[in-house]
T-cell receptor, first 115, second 111 residues
Framework: GAVVSQHPSRVICKSGTSVKIECRSL??????MFWYRQFPKQSLMLMAT?????????EQGVEKDKFLINHASLTLSTLTVTSAHPEDSSFYIC???????????FGNGTRLTVT | QKEVEQNSGPLSVPEGAIASLNCTYS??????FFWYRQYSGKSPELIMS????GDKEDGRFTAQLNKASQYVSLLIRDSQPSDSATYLC???????????FGKGTRLSVIA
């Protein structure tokens, strides 16, 4: 069964609004979670590493003030897309690993459409 | 720069044949290796993990690792049309670091 839950699976919002995506590890504690973005027919792109109790680490080119990450507990990380624009429309996927050398398990993803 | 290379494909094989997917990586210190399958519009799902040299079999899937050659492969026996997807090779360089993904190989199994 699923080990990482992501919600919502699909969201449509208007330009200028903010959208929050939740990622939960279901039966394990995750001190680290990873957020990816994938545009149609393109590769997974790592956006940021979410660290419980501390600031997220963002990849080069990802605006930390636009993509707010909060990892307030060992089982929950949230990604908020602030002031969304149509170019932010994408498939956002979170992931977490059970242990330090364990594989990543992915949530089902959130398809964001900004109109 | 840490890199994971895959042939983008598409790789087309007839139903029932063996599909062979290959991946090379640049960092000799890489610790763990994974294969994911991603259907169009879905998130990746883990198929195989391999940590030491040699072969690891799970059902129709066999992962092969050769650390000296920095090479990892995935064999799919008795390929089915439902195996048609993009296969992502991923490498873990160190604990609690992000996986480094290849760009994926698109596999098409023709009925």
């Amino acid at each position: 069964g699923a080990v990482v839950s992501q919600h919502p699976s699909r969201v449509i919002c208007k330009s200028g609004t903010s959208v929050k995506i939740e990622c939960r590890s279901l039966d394990f504690q995750a001190t680290t979670m990873f957020w990816y973005r994938q545009f149609p027919k393109q590769s997974l792109m790592l956006m940021a590493t979410s660290n419980e109790g501390s600031k997220a680490t963002y990849e080069q080119g990802v605006e930390k003030d636009k993509f707010l990450i909060n990892h307030a507990s060992l089982t929950l990380s949230t990604l908020t897309v602030t002031s969304a624009h149509p170019e932010d429309s994408s498939f956002y996927i979170c992931s977490a690993a059970r242990g330090p050398n364990s594989p990543l398990h992915f949530g089902n993803g959130t398809r964001l459409t900004v109109t | 720069q840490k890199e994971v290379e895959q042939n983008s494909g598409p790789l087309s094989v007839p139903e029932g044949a063996i599909a062979s997917l290959n991946c090379t990586y640049s960092d000799r210190g890489s610790q763990s290796f994974f294969w994911y399958r991603q259907y169009s519009g879905k998130s990746p799902e883990l198929i195989m993990s391999i940590y030491s040299n040699g072969d690891k079999e799970d059902g129709r899937f066999t992962a092969q690792l050769n650390k000296a050659s920095q090479y990892v492969s995935l064999l799919i026996r008795d390929s089915q049309p439902s195996d048609s997807a993009t296969y992502l090779c991923a490498v873990l360089l160190a604990q609690n670091t992000p996986l480094v993904f290849g760009k994926g190989t698109r596999l098409s199994v023709i009925a």
